[in-house]
């Protein structure tokens, strides 16, 4: 009798736990870059650097594949394929090549990543895009049957952007044409993508009127969140603010709830084109 109690009761382990874990996710993030910008000196970007701290950098441009079982999700498409390989002055303003020197090859394409990591382009489910500017809603058009996640207020901006937020940074043939007919969930706030809270959007205007962060509870528990411009780079958590803001107030607000948020869940928090950051731990896995 013994026996069989004990029998009855390692088979209700043996059933209870693989259920136990089911009931939590199992997502992962893949970290890259759509090649790289640079070099150039970093106070070009952050102005208010200190001299102490002025050197040239080569930065990533970052991008994010989120697998979740519900679905593929990308988090950035970077600068568009027609800059790669040297081909920049054919479709970006020559003034912005100049400035951030693309290095990107054909390969570093999200559509090629994607292929490389094991899955085809058009599996993926949902885009979300942080901003409009070029080297972060770039491709887009890769995607048309995707679910388009993006703040109402951006796609806004990116038709018609205020007159001293042109220049350059907003590439009409990213989101003209084809794109104007995509799905686009149009948020106007904090979004819970697959309603079981482990991919959170979180809006972190500032850098430009509607940008977004996405914030991930991997399989193992920990939390990551991907602030993209809401912070470039480890020094505009030291007090120098990057040089290109739609808000300063909003910039400086989004930093501290991005902060606010790290600190809560003991999260890891990565900037969008920090080069120190991408060196240690960009091009891999993280579960
Ligand atoms: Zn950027």
Redesign the pocket.
């Known amino acids: 009798m013994r026996k069989l109690g004990l029998a009855l009761a390692l088979l209700s382990m043996v059933c209870l736990v693989p259920s136990a874990f089911s009931q939590a996710p199992q997502v992962k993030v893949y970290w890259t870059t759509s090649g790289k910008f640079g070099p150039f000196p970093l106070q070009d970007l952050v102005p208010s650097l200190p001299k102490e701290k002025h050197r040239d950098v080569i930065i990533p ?1 970052n991008m994010w594949v989120i697998d979740h079982p519900k679905g593929l999700v990308v988090f950035d498409t970077g600068n568009n394929a027609a800059v790669s390989d040297g081909k920049c002055n054919s479709y970006w303003d020559a003034g912005m090549c100049g400035l951030l020197k693309p290095s990107q090859k054909r390969e570093d394409v999200i559509d090629a990543q994607l292929k490389t990591l094991g899955y085809a382009p058009e599996k993926v489910k949902v885009v979300i895009t942080s ?1 409009s ?1 070029l ?2 809603i770039g491709n887009i058009k890769l995607f048309p049957n995707a679910v388009h996640v993006i703040q109402k207020k951006e796609l806004y901006q990116a038709w018609w952007p205020e007159k001293f937020q042109r220049g350059g940074a907003f590439v009409m043939g990213d989101f003209d044409g084809p794109a104007r007919e995509f799905n686009y969930l149009e948020l106007e706030g904090d979004y819970d993508l697959f309603g079981d809270g482990t991919v959170m959007v979180l809006s972190t205007p500032g850098h430009t009127l509607g940008h977004q962060s996405v914030k991930v509870k991997l399989g193992s528990g920990k939390t990551m969140i991907m602030a ?2 809401a912070i ?1 780079f480890t020094v505009n958590m030291e007090g120098y603010p990057a040089g290109l803001n739609y808000s300063v107030k909003d910039y400086n607000n989004s930093i501290q709830r991005l902060k606010m948020f790290r600190d809560l869940e003991n999260a890891d928090l990565f900037f ?2 920090d080069p120190d950051q991408y060196n240690q731990g960009g091009g891999k896995w993280y579960r």
Request: net charge negative; charged share 20%; hydrophobic share 20%.
């Open positions: 441009v901003h500017h080297d972060h993209q411009d470039w969008g084109h």
